[in-house]
């Protein structure tokens, strides 16, 4: 039971950012997981590890760091997870042949996951100034900014405000006070004072930064 409210904190709560070490160095124990449960997750990480990467370069975050470096020990257990269930569970060829096929989902997920651990050595190099002109070549970018006191944003659920289908804008990250929320979900509200992580297009920024400023009570 323990193990399973771990799993659950992992997004779209307001937490503190996660120690990576003790997570590393602490003894790794196979609990068996439904693999839908195990891949599940991984998606998840893979998903969002990219982007914190991206941002702790770029915003020279020290606590998103600390989170890329969390996740990725994570992904490493559960990568270890899913390869013990596959040897317990594999008792004939047919078995085994099934089973490769999760462990290249797997494999692939573990890779993305260890792609944004090389994307944060950056940050040691200070190498921010020259990855952030790159990034503004793309398609995509990643941005900040603050939810007003005089927007209609303030205390609505992230659902309730369809960031994503107006705008194409997608909440990666809050900070709000001393705590993060990561991969925020359509149940998590924005309160005045928090700091977004989001990626998405120019245009797309402008009306958000419109929206969340006060400028306009309406998203468009």
């Known amino acids: 039971m323990k193990e399973e409210k771990t799993h659950k904190s992992f997004f779209g709560r307001l937490q503190r950012t996660p120690k ?12 068996p997981r439904p693999v839908k449960e195990l891949l599940t997750e991984m ?3 893979s998903e969002l590890i990219i982007d914190l990467a ?10 998103i760091l600390e989170e ?23 008792r004939s060829k047919e078995d085994a042949e099934q089973l490769a096929g999760i462990l290249q989902i797997a494999q692939a997920a573990e890779k993305i996951s260890n792609a944004a651990g090389d994307i944060v050595l950056l940050y040691k190099e200070k190498s921010a100034s020259v990855f952030s002109r790159i990034m503004k070549q793309a398609d995509e970018r990643l941005y900040r900014m603050k939810v ?69 009570q309406v998203l468009e």
């Open 20 to 31: 990576w070490k003790k997570e590393e160095f602490s003894e790794i124990e196979y609990e």
């Open 43 to 45: 998606k998840d990480i």
């Open 54 to 63: 991206y941002s702790a370069v770029l915003f020279h975050d020290d606590d």
């Open 68 to 90: 890329v470096k969390f996740l990725e020990v994570r992904m490493d257990t559960l990568n270890y997870d899913i390869r013990v269930m596959a040897m317990m569970a594999a």
């Open 148 to 216: 007003s006191s005089k927007s209609a944003a303030c205390t609505q659920l992230i659902g309730s405000l369809n960031i994503e289908s107006e705008t194409g804008m997608r909440i990666i990250a809050i900070r709000r006070n001393n705590c993060w929320i990561y991969n925020p979900q359509s149940t998590n509200k924005l309160n005045a004072d928090d700091m977004l992580i989001i990626r998405g297009n120019d245009d797309g920024f402008k009306a958000l930064q419109a929206f969340l400023s006060g400028e306009q």
